[in-house]
């Protein structure tokens, strides 16, 4: 694998504001972003200390594409659990799904009823070829690639940062390394209880964690015309960005704070494609 590091800087002017972007989304086009800082320690891993990796979540995730395609190129067996999957067609033409099939995903259906039971008996007798991946790359060795990103940061001038949250794993980390920067994020997932469970279930939440509010409910994963008007806007000044986090967060930014920020990209991009089809189909245009 070539990854391109560090990542590069790049400046924009949105609605007369300047804001940087740490362009991690041009790591590579299938470990990019978050994920790539995710899963550094297992990249990292040599090749004959596993054999297999496990994990599970929703049909849609870009954590789901990144394992599959480093298990590609590391030789791993990758079997993915998820609930279900009601509408095949949908499913089978969804891109990171699709994607993560070429590259030798093994994808397993729980029925509904034994779905939490299965999932959090996955580390039981586990033998030690065997790596479980939480959902989303919720896991604690995420904390050393998130590291290796800090260490990037430190050599810049910013001191407030800005990423996305699902499970809020980059944020945290991110935080945890640079205590003396303000890190934004905004809950994508659920609310900001949910998000604040989800944090402290891997660490303290530390103080300069600031999570911002979205003005609204938003669904995870379900169109809105001013998601489209802020991905345009930022796809017009030469950066693109996913359609499911980054909106919300560049929305609350322009809001909510006044400072120069540095925004750590996440990277999913590749889901697009998926996402404006379903922008397209719901009639909702820009
Ligand atoms: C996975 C993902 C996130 C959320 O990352 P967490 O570490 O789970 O909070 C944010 N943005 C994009 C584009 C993602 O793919």
Redesign the pocket.
Known sequence: MKLELPSSITKIELDGRDFYIKRDDLVDPYLS???FR?LYALIKTPKQNLKRVISYGGTQ???MLSIAYMCHKKGWEFTYYTKPISKTQEILSDGNYKKALEFGMKHIQVSLDEYKEYISSLRFNLDPFTFVVDQ???IKE?KEGLKVLADEIKELSFSSLA??????????FLATSLPKHKVY?IP??GDEAYLRQ?LEALSPIPPNLSILKPKKKYHFAKPYVEFLEIYHKLLGLGVE??L???PSLWLALLEQTDEDILYI?????Y?NTTMLARYTKKGIYV
């Open positions: 972003g978050n994920k995710k995730s870009n954590a989303g790359g919720a995420a990423s996305p949250s699902g499970t809020g794993t980059t944020a945290l994020t994508c997932i989800e960005f996913d499911l986090y980054a990209h996440s990277g999913g991009v889901g």
